[in-house]
T-cell receptor, first 116, second 112 residues
Framework: DADVTQTPRNRITKTGKRIMLECSQT?????MYWYRQDPGLGLRLIYY???????NKGEISDGYSVSRQAQAKFSLSLESAIPNQTALYFC???????????????FGPGTRLTVL | GEDVEQSLFLSVREGDSSVINCTYT??????LYWYKQEPGAGLQLLTY?????DMKQDQRLTVLLNKKDKHLSLRIADTQTGDSAIYFC????????????FGAGTRLAVHP
C-alpha cells in the first residue's frame, strides 16, 4: 500500500464550486505539505504543517485553505474554484524533525484538478 | 530571495551519459536534493548531498556540488529509456525552518 495517498486522483469542476482534496499518510511523519505543479514552474508550496496544531502559509496560499485533522490527514480546500487553479496538486510528508537533519519529502501520486 | 534554476529540457541517446545542471541562490542551504518524477506519478527522492561535500556517487548517479558557484549537477551514466522523466533540483531554504525550494524541473528524453 502507498505511504502517501491522495483523493481524488482526478477532478473536473466548475468555477465557483468548493473543492476539497484529501491526503493521508501512514509514514508517521509530523510534517505535511501541499504543492501545486504547473508546467515550466516546478512545484510551488501552498501550505505546510509541522504538527497537528501548526498551519503555515506557503508562497501561493491565496484562494486556498487547509485543515490538519490528525497527524495522518491534511486536506486542501478551494473555497471558490477559479480556472487558474487548474493544476496538478501534490501532498507530501517529511521526515525532518528532532532526530533527522535531512528533509526528505515523500510525495503522493497527485490530484489533477481542472476548473472550467 | 531564494531561487533554483534548471534548464527545462535535455535529450540524450540511450547508453550515453546525461548531465542535468542546477543553480541556486541560497548559500546557507544545508542539503541539496535531486528528485525524479515519472509520468503520472509524484516525485521520488533520487539522492541528496550535504553542503560540505563536493561529490557523491550512488551507482549510476554522480552528484557534483560547486558551492562557490552555487552549482549542482546530476550525472546519469549509461542512460536508459527508463530514466526518461522530469528531474527536480531542490535546496533547503533559509528562514529557521526546513522548507524545500524546487527548480522548475528538467525533462530528460532518452532516445534510441
Amino acid at each position: 500500500d502507498a505511504d502517501v495517498t491522495q483523493t481524488p486522483r482526478n477532478r473536473i469542476t466548475k468555477t465557483g464550486k468548493r473543492i476539497m482534496l484529501e491526503c493521508s499518510q501512514t509514514k508517521g511523519h509530523d510534517r505535511m505539505y501541499w504543492y501545486r505543479q504547473d508546467p515550466g514552474l516546478g512545484l510551488r508550496l501552498i501550505y505546510y504543517s509541522f504538527d497537528v496544531k501548526d498551519i503555515n502559509k506557503g508562497e501561493i496560499s491565496d484562494g486556498y485553505s487547509v485543515s490538519r485533522q490528525a497527524q495522518a490527514k491534511f486536506s486542501l480546500s478551494l473555497e471558490s474554484a477559479i480556472p487558474n487553479q487548474t493544476a496538478l496538486y501534490f501532498c507530501a510528508t517529511s521526515d525532518a524533525g528532532m532526530e533527522t537533519v535531512t528533509d526528505t519529502q515523500y510525495f503522493g501520486p497527485g490530484t489533477r484538478l481542472t476548473v472550467l | 530571495g531564494e531561487d533554483v534554476e534548471q534548464s527545462l529540457f535535455l535529450s540524450v541517446r540511450e547508453g550515453d551519459s546525461s548531465v542535468i545542471n542546477c543553480t541556486y541562490t541560497d548559500s546557507s542551504s544545508t542539503y541539496l536534493y535531486w528528485y525524479k518524477q515519472e509520468p503520472g506519478a509524484g516525485l521520488q527522492l533520487l539522492t541528496y548531498i550535504f553542503s560540505n561535500m563536493d561529490m557523491k556517487q550512488d551507482q549510476r548517479l554522480t552528484v557534483l556540488l560547486n558551492k562557490k558557484d552555487k552549482h549542482l549537477s546530476l550525472r546519469i551514466a549509461d542512460t536508459q529509456t527508463g530514466d526518461s522523466a522530469i528531474y527536480f533540483c531542490a535546496e533547503t531554504g533559509s528562514g529557521g525552518y526546513n522548507k524545500l525550494i524546487f527548480g522548475a524541473g528538467t525533462r530528460l528524453a532518452v532516445h534510441p
